[in-house]
């Protein structure tokens, strides 16, 4: 089974801080995405990556940041914290070729205070 | 633009009776079709795809998804309700026309099994 690992379930952090959150798959899975999910709105993707070092942006970039050193992580980082980034943060991953479904994490809850 | 719509917010039904959680979009092309169910304070899991073939897909715990290529629509089903089925349900589908094949997803929908 592809496990999708996500290394805080929840976090508080001050408005201003840098925020790291990262995500670790173990199958070997070239895609990887950060997304964002808040009531009413679904999931919104945030970056993707689909090889190492390689980033692209989603649908919701601004105020984020992504790192991919290694193929089986992919960091999420927030410059300067903010209020309005306290949200549910989902990690996941797809090999290429035509499996199209993507494997989740369980989630990092950030609060920003 | 491409895109997902489920139209409820939530369903309800009552614990053995039938469920269907509503799906359509909107893409050029063939779509490829998808269904999550996400328990609380957990990740998104992979239900069932549709990709070509049959128009009734079955997957995990029961549930099967009916893809309706001249109404757009991936209707999610299941013809016993249990009460372990109450969760948030996402419909996706992969974004076409570009070479990232991104996933598309819908606004949820929070299903309730009355017992």
């Known amino acids: 089974d592809v496990k999708v690992t996500q290394s805080s379930r929840y976090l508080v952090k001050r408005t201003g801080e840098k925020v790291f959150l990262e995500c670790v798959q173990d199958?070997?899975?070239?895609?990887m995405f950060w997304y964002r999910q808040d009531p009413g709105l679904g999931l919104r993707l945030i970056y993707f990556?689909?090889?190492?070092?390689?980033?692209e942006k989603g649908d919701i970039p601004e105020g984020y940041s992504v790192s991919r050193e290694k193929k089986e992580r992919f960091s999420l980082i927030l410059e300067s914290a903010s209020t309005n980034q306290t949200s549910m943060y989902l990690c996941?991953?797809?090999?290429?070729?035509?499996?199209?479904?993507?494997?989740f994490g369980p989630g990092t809850r950030l609060t920003v205070t | 633009a491409q895109s997902v719509a489920q139209p409820e917010d939530q369903v309800n039904v009552a614990e053995g009776n039938p469920l269907t959680v509503k799906c359509t979009y909107s893409?050029?092309?063939?779509?490829?079709l998808f269904w999550y169910v996400q328990y609380p304070n957990r990740g998104l899991q992979f239900l069932l795809k549709?990709?070509?073939?049959?128009?009734l897909v079955k997957g995990s715990y029961g549930f099967e998804a009916e893809f309706n290529k001249s109404q757009t629509s991936f209707h999610l089903k299941k013809p016993s309700a249990l009460v372990s089925d109450s969760a948030l349900y996402f419909c996706?589908?992969?974004?076409?026309?570009?070479?990232?094949?991104?996933?598309?997803f819908g606004t949820g929908t929070l299903l309730a099994v009355q017992p």
């Open positions: 549709y990709i070509t073939g049959d128009n």
């Open positions: 199958m070997d899975h070239e895609n």
């Open positions: 996706a589908v992969r974004e076409t026309g570009g070479a990232t094949n991104k996933l598309i």
């Open positions: 990556s689909y090889d190492v070092k390689m980033k």
């Open positions: 996941a991953s797809r090999a290429s070729g035509r499996s199209y479904e993507q494997y």
């Open positions: 893409v050029s092309g063939n779509p490829y």
